[in-house]
Nanobody, 124 residues
Framework: QVQLVESGGGLAQAGGSLRLSCAASGRTFTFYTMGWFRQAPGKEREFVAAIDKSGISTYYSASVKGRFTISRANAKNTVALQMNTLKPEDTAVYYC?????????????????WGQGTQVTVSS
């Protein structure tokens, strides 16, 4: 079992920045690829970014590439999502996820563990 707790959500203006953090506990953090997903009202949960076990390789959705950066600190069992140049369409609940999957995995169903989510709202 892995427990994931997100933090750092909130309200930002378009063009601004927010940083999300996810703290993991339970089984060995370095077993897992870590991902960030988001779900806007009335929409399906979608992939945002993922990072491999070592923290070297990353993968992004086209909609956030160049604006968002995923990173992890294995010594602290944390993964972060730095979000810059925010847009109103980035408004969603953001979820941290863990899975024994390749870091290029974008399918929600392939991740095993999920946090409770944190709300990000971007005003225009």
């Amino acid at each position: 079992q892995v427990q994931l707790v997100e933090s750092g959500g909130g309200l930002a203006q378009a063009g601004g920045s927010l940083r999300l953090s996810c703290a993991a506990s339970g089984r060995t953090f370095t077993f897992y690829t870590m991902g960030w997903f988001r779900q806007a009202p009335g929409k399906e949960r979608e992939f945002v970014a993922a990072i491999d076990k070592s923290g070297i390789s990353t993968y992004y959705s086209a909609s956030v590439k160049g604006r968002f950066t995923i990173s992890r600190a294995n010594a602290k069992n944390t993964v972060a999502l730095q979000m810059n140049t925010l847009k109103p369409e980035d408004t969603a609940v953001y979820y941290c996820a863990a899975g024994v999957v390749p870091f290029t995995t974008a399918e929600t169903r392939k991740y095993d563990y999920w946090g409770q989510g944190t709300q990000v709202t971007v005003s225009s």
